[in-house]
């Protein structure tokens, strides 16, 4: 059971008055510029000097616009599905403020931790934070935890645009409440009317993560007890349904993310057939289909035509029970309803699908903007294990379980003469510039993992059920999909690859966050003799200091992975 952990019991906290986020600048219409004015439902790839056909991994806007918040963590109890528990929130809300700007423009947020007895850290999922490695929000890898009643500002520039989100990266506090969505506009793959903005799927339980992690470590993974879209559900006779209204004719664009801690989430609107644009923050050729796959950390856009009847429909988020238990399996919904009608319980009936805890074919999610991958100057084969030890689950890569410090995090230590590195910081340092490094992670065990890559997006050259790697596994080359979370396969394998185009120390791990406090984690270091250059030390030491100091006056012990 974590030493650092939430209050216990239910009683409502009073807490200082909360800053109300908000960007510096309300004006978010899309830039413009007499060599293309951008439209969603007109000219969707157009985006002023720059279009869909831009390669943003080597230019990219730079507005000059701030967009600026403001966040408060706290302890707070709420009911998301009329259920009360503690929970840890932002700015008081699940999910928390959803930031938003234009491709280019820099993102600056102020972070306060107001909760009583826990650190925190913030990290802005799939962003690749290009030179900007301090900025990525990763306690023990990047930063020291933020100590209660300390704050930190976090700046970086949105080189990428699309949907996304952020969460704590600090113990299981994601999933306590602490995290929200974040949209960065720009030209899309497939013309639409309306932005219906972030719908944020989540799984959820009565019970804290601390509460369960000892039996999630020690047994079978906890059942939630429902899921939420956009913060709402029902249970029992409590809580309440997320709505939405479609204008008869028009198209929308949802910018569906998965949050969950350890569900994939089948989505789909009864009746309605969904239009894939994006993957993650990459630009797809669009395809149509009735239902979509979304593993934890995944995002997908798609656009929705309003072409039904008038009336209710359901909008579901179906947990695969191929590789998770809920107790509201088949009612965690939602409602559309057309026109302005009274809202009522449909009586629409799902799309038939086959459970799977697959990602979306390799064949439909074929990006906009087509690379191809050159040949590896590294590659790294790791072999994944479950181990026990005293009685509680170890994940492994290559027979080691990650392991790094909150006190210590890796970034100050690269920037330390002389520190010293341990086997369990599971560390791949690449030194090349602008090189290819091919990672494959391979599992002869029965059950299929999210994999995320902090700092990159990443090229899925293979992706294999039942299945082991070899030197002569075929491998896709030519403009494979693009993203930062891919499925590892049960009984198979993953190999993905990227060039070495941003130094820091970037983070990759399993995306359910039980395993990830459990130690299925590494990280890169990667081009080394930079990143004194980008990086902020002064900055980076206060907060340890102020971490440690509080660590160490409270006794605080660190039972995790630290990430």
Not at 203 to 229: C, E, K, M, V
Request: proline residues 5%; negative net charge.
């Amino acid at each position: 059971m974590h030493i650092v952990h939430l209050l216990s019991g239910l009683t409502a906290i009073a807490f200082p008055a909360l800053v109300a986020a908000a960007p510096a600048s309300s004006d978010l219409s899309p830039r413009q510029s007499d060599a293309c004015e951008f439209d969603s439902a007109t000219a969707p790839n157009c985006w002023g000097e720059y279009s869909l056909d831009t390669n943003w991994y080597e230019e990219a806007p730079d507005t000059g616009v701030i967009r600026e918040y403001w966040f408060e963590v706290v302890n707070k109890t709420l009911a998301p599905d009329g259920v009360e528990r503690m929970t840890l929130s932002i700015n008081g809300s699940i999910p928390g403020p959803t930031i938003e700007g234009d491709w280019g423009d820099t993102f600056v947020i102020h972070v306060k931790n107001s909760m009583e007895n826990n650190g925190t850290s913030i990290h802005w999922h799939g962003i690749r934070q290009l030179n900007s490695s301090e900025q990525d929000g990763v306690a023990s890898i990047t930063q020291c935890p933020v100590a209660p009643g300390d704050s930190m500002t976090y700046r970086f520039r949105a080189t990428q645009y699309g949907s996304t989100w952020y969460h704590s990266h600090f113990s299981l506090q994601a999933w306590n409440g602490v995290f929200g969505g974040v949209i960065i506009h720009g030209p899309a793959s497939a013309p639409y009317n309306e932005d219906k903005g972030i719908i944020a799927l989540s799984d959820w339980f009565h019970r804290t993560t601390d509460q369960l992690y000892a039996t999630a470590s020690s047994g079978a993974p906890p059942t939630a007890q429902n899921g939420l879209i956009n913060g709402l559900n029902v249970y029992d006779e409590g809580g309440s349904r997320f709505e939405t209204n479609f204008e008869s004719g028009k198209s929308y664009r949802l910018r569906l993310v998965n949050t969950a801690i350890d569900t994939m989430f089948r989505f789909g609107i009864d009746n309605h057939t969904l239009t894939v644009i994006a993957s993650d923050l990459v630009p797809i050729v669009p395809y149509e289909t009735d239902m979509v796959n979304v593993a934890i950390g995944q995002r997908y856009d798609v656009i929705v035509k309003a072409d039904q009847e008038p009336g209710n429909y359901w909008m579901r988020a179906i947990p695969q029970i191929t590789c998770t238990t809920n107790e509201m399996t088949l009612n965690i919904k939602g409602i559309v309803t057309y026109d302005d009608l009274a809202v009522e319980e449909p009586v629409t009936e799902a799309w038939p699908y086959d459970d799977s805890c697959e990602d979306e074919l390799t064949s439909n999610l074929v990006p906009h903007l087509s690379l191809d991958v050159g040949a590896a100057t590294s590659e790294t084969v790791m072999d994944v294990t479950l181990d026990i030890v005293g009685g509680f689950f170890k994940w492994k890569l290559n027979d080691n379980t990650f392991l790094s410090d909150w006190g210590e995090p890796t970034l100050e230590k690269v920037l330390t003469p002389g520190a010293v590195f341990t086997e369990q910081e599971n560390i791949i340092n690449l030194n090349e510039t602008n090189t290819w490094t091919y990672l494959v992670v391979e599992s002869q065990l029965g059950l299929a993992h999210p994999v995320h890559l902090h700092g990159h997006d990443f090229f899925v050259l293979a992706q294999e059920p039942m299945a082991t790697f070899s030197d002569d596994s075929p491998l896709n080359l030519s403009n494979p999909p693009r993203r930062d979370v891919a499925m590892l396969p049960a009984f198979g394998y993953l190999a993905i690859a990227f060039t070495n185009d941003n130094p820091g120390v970037w983070l990759a791990h399993c995306h359910i966050g039980w395993h990830t406090s459990q130690g299925f984690a590494l990280q890169l270091v990667e081009r080394n003799s930079e990143i004194g250059d980008i990086t902020d030390l002064d900055s980076l030491q206060d907060t340890c200091a102020k971490w440690n100091d509080y660590q160490d006056t409270n006794n605080v012990e660190q039972e995790d992975s630290g990430v």
